[in-house]
């Protein structure tokens, strides 16, 4: 499984971003794909997720400001952020889960300026 990142950049505090990962490979195997990040000083942490169904979690800091979505069709996943805040600015990965193995994308930066 590849995944490749697109999105990020640069957006003011309120603001809004989109970011897409798009699978290849053995996407079959995929159960659930999901948004990681890692922000300055801390840990990298979930931020959202999505199953193959649809069913999906977010973390408590991006509920009801970011929404996760999946197109099975295009083997994409999106992360539309919304409400930014300075926060937000980190590294964000995208993730494929397949059984016991954890497939990662580039990082691809997001900044939130105050």
């Known amino acids: 499984v590849q995944l490749q990142a697109y999105g990020g950049g640069l957006a003011e505090a309120g603001g809004s971003l989109r970011l897409s990962c798009a699978a290849s490979?053995?996407?079959?195997?995929?159960?659930?794909m999901g948004w990681y990040r890692r922000v300055p000083g801390k840990q990298r942490e979930l931020v959202a997720h999505?199953?193959?169904?649809?069913?999906?979690h977010y973390a408590e800091s991006v509920k009801d400001r970011f929404a996760i979505s999946r197109d099975n069709a295009k083997n994409t996943v999106y992360l539309q952020m919304n409400s930014l805040k300075p926060e937000d600015t980190g590294v964000y990965y995208c993730?494929?889960?397949?059984?016991?193995?954890?497939?990662w994308g580039q990082g691809t930066l997001v900044t939130v300026s105050s």
């Open positions: 999505i199953t193959r169904a649809g069913s999906t």
């Open positions: 993730n494929a889960e397949a059984g016991w193995t954890n497939f």
């Open positions: 490979g053995s996407i079959s195997i995929i159960a659930v």
